[in-house]
């Protein structure tokens, strides 16, 4: 425990010295710019900063790209509820409530549980990374291919509960999700599927390219023919910040977020992108109207957004303390940890001692100045809202043409998100729900793959999902949730869930 | 005829022009990988300090897709006016012809080369519990259970899955190869004794090597890497015929005029000498080319014979991405 306070103040006091007070600052205002501009994403713009850090010492460097990191997912929660264009994967729930919440006049109300449900679940992540940071490793490394597989097929059970209408158009959009995940060249053999010899479609479907496309641009063209729409805009705003009665509601939600998110976060391959899905889920199954669900409940906003928030933060367990990336922003975190000279693996922590804790302590100081920088300016996104859409529309396909160039440089992907926003478009107007297939697109690409790579490792026996004890749990659950939704005397029950 | 004899004494002219004031404006430098690979460090390290002696900023690029190949198209079908150049390497410019069956540029001729930037030694890595403790060990073992073993790599037409084919072919045995998306789950598997060996570059395993997280048999250069000085070579292990390393390489699109090539090769060699770029290049494990290896004419050489070595093993083990 001495050695936990002793470890914290060292940190704090690389965290805390001017200069990277300063770069902790400018890495969340650019990382909270980026989050809010629809598109820009934090790969983009960490790739693109790199060279300037080099300057830097590299201390002050990674403080500087961690705090892009983690504004981008504060900024990002902002485009999702203020205009419904989840710029990332962990931002799809947001939008659900939270955009349903900005149409209700309480964008505010959204925008400020936001902002401190990711302030407290960054505090509580951050002393998770502290405390417990090295023996949490482990658990990476219990999640192997089967593990993996086992908890996927959790996360498709959740997609069901996400949807607001018909269950039977949510298992459709799922099962559309998934097979556009397998778009591409297949990673086993090298061959390419349903890629109609089109080169731009070898690697697949950019998960970016999708989301923008089906939430981004369908919502624009929605928002056009739907005068509707329009009146809310010039509403009263009402209040900018949660209330006690909000926070009275919220305040279970925030916790059990983060711990989910936590938990999620640390798991490799990017299992923080389950965290948001799954604190929804969790929220909704535990609420006693679940019908608010999907129509402005601020546990949908406060439990994801939480979740998010705590799961960005534990996915640097992984690279801090084995060096191994989780997600592609971790990935690039290694990149610009070796352009510094410095290696990331298991010695980080001992032979860089002043920078392991320097960036654990600056990512508690980075939440504070983003509570700082995002609370007040709550009313000036919010009254973003009042800029008349045909000022805003342009503006805003425009950001989402360049964010999605800037991703690969490629001319189809912009081309794509205009398809993609037509076909979303048209499920919109069929009373299709765009999440469910998000989330199968996101799960069915792991899923496949650590179906394949199990059954490559256990040379075809599918014995290997049950008699690995954590993912025989998973499937349990699964099986579990499964069951309860089936379950003929609950039927009703669920049925009032799912359709309204 | 007068006339096309004008106009080409035009554009000769012309182009001269241009090669005397080159560079006007930034440089792009295409990197067909990911951020934050190999590549692309090699890349903005050596790049960084071409852009000081050119005096224009190089922009890094970085368009992924199909082992690189789809980055590297794009360069070759650039304009040839040197302000689009490429980092290249063994993958694009060796093994991608028997990858990639409709690969739209040839290596070997439709590039102007520039120079070797850097390399990364290839590693024998295999997971902290495998029954064998040295080369000899891990031969032997693989020669008689080769069936039983599996193999991780980071994807059809990656480092890992190329030298892997390579080594086997060598040893003359068939693992079970199991596919991974990049190198950090590949060594989480590893890590966690869900696979069981795999080759990959010495920046990507040295840590987790130097942590005891993993065993290395062997590293696949002539000479011992400062990075891992107990680690022996594969020769001085007893296993000939398996010497590898990834080599990153600029590349310029076919029909650079040669004073503009002129110019970025001797930017690059200049990095090459800078104390501070040879420093970053080494704390990453990696090669630095010495003189004669460094010439336009030695790469051109080297893409030749990475064509030649990589197209039989490759075609003999299958492999092909399409």
């Known amino acids: 425990m001495g050695d936990f306070f002793s470890n914290l103040s060292l940190g704090f006091g690389v965290a805390l010295s001017l200069q990277n007070l300063g770069l902790a600052f400018l890495g969340c205002l650019v990382g909270t710019l980026i989050g809010v501009l629809p598109g820009v994403g934090p790969i983009a713009t960490i790739a693109m900063l790199l060279p300037i850090t080099f300057g830097l010492d590299p201390v002050g460097a990674l403080i500087m790209l961690a705090g892009i990191y983690y504004g981008a997912q504060y900024g990002g929660s902002t485009t999702a509820i203020l205009v419904n264009i989840p710029g990332e994967a962990t931002s799809v729930v947001t939008a659900l409530d939270g955009h349903q919440m900005a149409r209700q006049g309480r964008a505010g109300v959204a925008l400020g549980i936001a902002a401190i449900g990711s302030f407290f679940a960054g505090t509580v992540a951050t002393l998770v990374i502290a405390a417990l940071g090295a023996p949490l490793t482990k658990l990476a490394l219990i999640f192997g291919p089967a593990e993996y597989f086992s908890l996927m097929v959790m996360g498709l059970v959740f997609a069901v509960v996400l949807a607001r209408g018909s269950i039977l158009k949510a298992i459709a959009m799922i099962l559309v999700g998934v097979l556009l995940s397998t778009v591409g060249t297949d990673l086993e053999t090298g061959q390419e599927r349903m890629t109609f010899g089109l080169s731009f479609l070898s690697d697949g479907i950019d998960f970016a390219v999708l989301a923008m496309g089906i939430f981004g641009i369908a919502e624009v063209m929605r928002n056009l023919d739907n005068t509707e729409a329009r009146d809310i805009v010039h509403k009263a705003i009402g209040r900018l910040l949660p209330n006690k009665e909000d926070f009275k509601q919220s305040y279970a939600s925030v916790i059990r977020g983060t711990v989910i998110g936590s938990i999620l976060g640390i798991l490799p391959g990017n299992g923080a992108v389950l965290g948001p899905f799954a604190s929804y889920t969790v929220e909704k199954k535990l609420a006693k109207d679940p019908r608010r669900f999907g129509r402005g409940a601020i546990e949908g906003v406060a439990g994801p957004e939480s979740a998010n928030n705590a799961g960005a933060q534990t996915s640097f367990i992984p690279l801090l303390t084995l060096g191994i990336p989780p997600n592609a922003v971790m990935a690039l975190m290694v990149g610009a940890m070796t352009i510094h000279g410095i290696v990331p693996g298991p010695q980080v922590m001992t032979r860089n001692p002043n920078l392991f804790w320097g960036m654990i302590a600056s990512m508690w100081v980075g939440n504070l100045m983003l509570l700082v920088i995002n609370l007040p300016m709550v009313g000036m996104w919010v009254r973003l809202l009042k800029v008349p859409y045909r000022l805003m529309f342009p503006a805003i396909l425009m950001f989402c043409a360049i964010g999605i160039y800037s991703i690969n440089s490629l001319p189809t992907d912009v081309m794509f998100i205009a398809l993609f926003g037509l076909v979303g478009y048209l499920l919109i107007k069929l009373g299709f729900e765009p999440a469910p297939m998000l989330l199968g697109f996101v799960l069915g690409k792991l899923m496949e793959e650590n179906l394949r790579r199990a059954l490559i490792i256990s040379r075809g026996s599918l014995a290997t999902f049950i008699e690995r004890p954590v993912s025989a749990g998973l499937l349990a659950v699964a099986l579990v949730l499964l069951v309860l939704a089936l379950l003929p005397s609950i039927r009703k029950g669920r049925d009032e869930v799912f359709t309204e | ?322």
Do not use: C
């Not at chain 2, 869900?194 to 840590?207: F, K």
């Not at chain 2, 076919?254 to 004073?259: F, H, L, M, R």
């Not at chain 2, 893409?303 to 075609?315: I, N």
């Open chain 2, 1 to 322: 005829m007068k006339k096309i004899a004008l106009t080409l004494a035009a554009i000769g002219l012309a182009t001269a022009a241009q090669a005397q004031t080159y560079p006007q404006r930034p440089i792009t430098m295409i990197v067909p990988f990911a951020a934050g690979g190999p590549t692309d460090v090699i890349a903005r390290i050596v790049g960084d300090h071409m852009s000081r002696t050119l005096g224009q900023q190089i922009v890094i690029e970085n368009v992924a897709g199909a082992g690189g190949t789809t980055g590297i198209t794009r360069a070759a079908q650039a304009q040839a006016d040197g302000y689009t150049i490429m980092m290249g390497h063994m993958g694009t410019h060796g093994a991608a012809p028997a990858l990639y069956p409709n690969l739209k540029y040839d290596p070997t001729k439709d590039f102007a080369p520039i120079g070797l930037a850097a390399g990364t030694p290839i590693v024998i890595v295999a997971k902290k519990d495998f029954p064998a403790n040295d080369l000899k060990g891990f031969v032997d073992y693989m020669k008689t259970n080769g069936e039983k073993v599996n193999m991780a790599h980071a994807g059809v037409g990656s480092v890992s899955h190329m030298t892997g084919i390579f080594f086997n072919a060598v040893v003359k045995t068939k693992p079970t190869m199991v596919a991974y998306r990049g190198t950090g789950p590949a060594l989480n598997d590893l890590m966690a004794n869900t696979v069981d060996y795999m080759t990959d570059q010495i920046v990507n395993v040295a840590p987790q090597i130097q942590g005891g997280n993993i065993k290395a048999f062997a590293i696949a250069t002539a000479e011992r890497s400062p990075a891992l000085p107990n680690l022996p070579t594969t020769k001085e292990a007893g296993l000939d015929g398996f010497e590898v390393s990834a080599w990153n390489a600029v590349f310029a699109p076919k029909g650079t005029s040669p004073e503009i090539a002129k110019k970025l090769s001797d930017a690059l060699v200049k990095a090459l000498d800078d104390e501070s770029t040879r420093k970053r290049l080494l704390d990453l494990g990696g090669v630095i080319p010495s003189g004669a290896e460094r010439s336009p004419e030695a790469l051109q050489k080297l893409v030749e014979s990475e064509v030649a070595r990589w197209t039989p093993v490759l075609k003999a083990a299958g492999a092909t991405a399409e």
